[in-house]
């Protein structure tokens, strides 16, 4: 619930440490906005790396082979990444004469 100056509401033990690293990235990087964006955008990408290394591990120990939904679950992720929509379901073949008729 947002406090009536636009703050969220947060006990101390959240809201100490968090001011804290706000005071100190202010410190660190006083006049220096690239670094800072740098700086931030590389703590932000973290979980995405973990979770891609993680995967991988899977992969090359063959672990996603003992598991069909974590395999599911990383082949559709992957199709996400790639923006493809899912494949199609294959046509019935048909000889050559049927498919020109068409």
């Given at each position: ?68 939904e ?22 019935p ?10």
């Amino acid at each position: 619930m947002q406090a009536e100056g636009g703050g969220v509401w947060a006990p101390w033990f959240l809201r100490g440490p968090y001011l804290a690293l706000c005071v100190l990235l202010d410190v660190l990087f006083d006049g220096r906005p690239v670094q800072r964006f740098w700086f931030l955008e590389t703590v932000a990408r973290t979980p995405y790396f973990s979770y891609n290394t993680m995967l991988y591990i899977y992969e090359v120990l063959g672990w996603w082979r003992r598991s069909s939904e974590l395999r599911k679950v990383h082949f559709a992720e992957v199709r996400a990444s790639r923006h493809t929509p899912p494949p199609a379901a294959p046509r019935p073949y048909a000889p050559r004469a049927e498919r020109i008729l068409r």
